[in-house]
């Protein structure tokens, strides 16, 4: 045994360092995955869940199939919306209110896209105190609030009650004539 020296274990010294190398080796890899083990819960806590992704995210809606005078109700980053196929008879009678009638005075034009009349898009929450307003309701056939009485015409203007200003229009696009995309104006995600 001419490369071995002897030690009170009768272990060859070569042996020795390839074993105390092989612990050292072992102990900082287990130490490694037992840090990322712990650590991978903390940052993942960091990133948002796919409730809150979603939520924030644009949304498609296809208005084929809403017929013409009908209100649908969607949600986009967890609001109410409204969206509301016009008949003829509502966008005439929209348009030919005069603005010194209104509390908050727009005109139907500035509440509707280019081209797209018939389509009206709105939060769907009662601008006073948040309530939802019930659809072809009231004097004016818009909509009316239960809570304290604000009614609100085919275009989402107050008209009367202590609501003090129109049903807000969110941000939204057409896609085709019968596609929309809510969350998106202008081909930009709403901020």
């Given at each position: ?54 939520a924030g995210a644009p949304i498609e809606v296809d208005l084929a199939p809403i017929q013409d005078g ?57 601008t006073h105190l948040g309530c939802v307003p019930i659809g072809h309701q009231g004097q004016y056939e ?50």
């Amino acid at each position: 045994m001419a490369n071995t020296v002897a030690t009170g274990d009768a272990t060859p010294h070569g042996a020795d360092g390839t074993r105390r190398d092989f612990l050292f080796l072992a102990t900082g890899a287990g130490l490694a995955v037992g840090a990322g083990a712990v650590a991978w819960p903390f940052v993942a806590s960091m990133a948002p869940d796919a409730a809150v992704i979603a939520a924030g995210a644009p949304i498609e809606v296809d208005l084929a199939p809403i017929q013409d005078g009908q209100i649908i109700n969607v949600f986009w980053r967890g609001k109410l919306i409204f969206v509301r196929n016009r008949s003829e008879k509502e966008i005439k009678e929209a348009q030919d209110v005069k603005l010194s009638e209104l509390i908050d005075p727009q005109p139907d034009s500035a509440r509707v896209k280019d081209g797209h009349a018939k389509w009206l898009v709105v939060y769907g929450n009662c601008t006073h105190l948040g309530c939802v307003p019930i659809g072809h309701q009231g004097q004016y056939e818009g909509w009316s609030c239960p809570c304290h009485g604000s009614l609100y015409d085919t275009s989402g203007r107050v008209r009367r009650g202590p609501a003090p200003t129109n049903l807000p229009v969110p941000p939204y696009a057409f896609q085709s004539d019968t596609k929309i995309r809510i969350g998106e104006e202008g081909g930009k995600a709403a901020a």
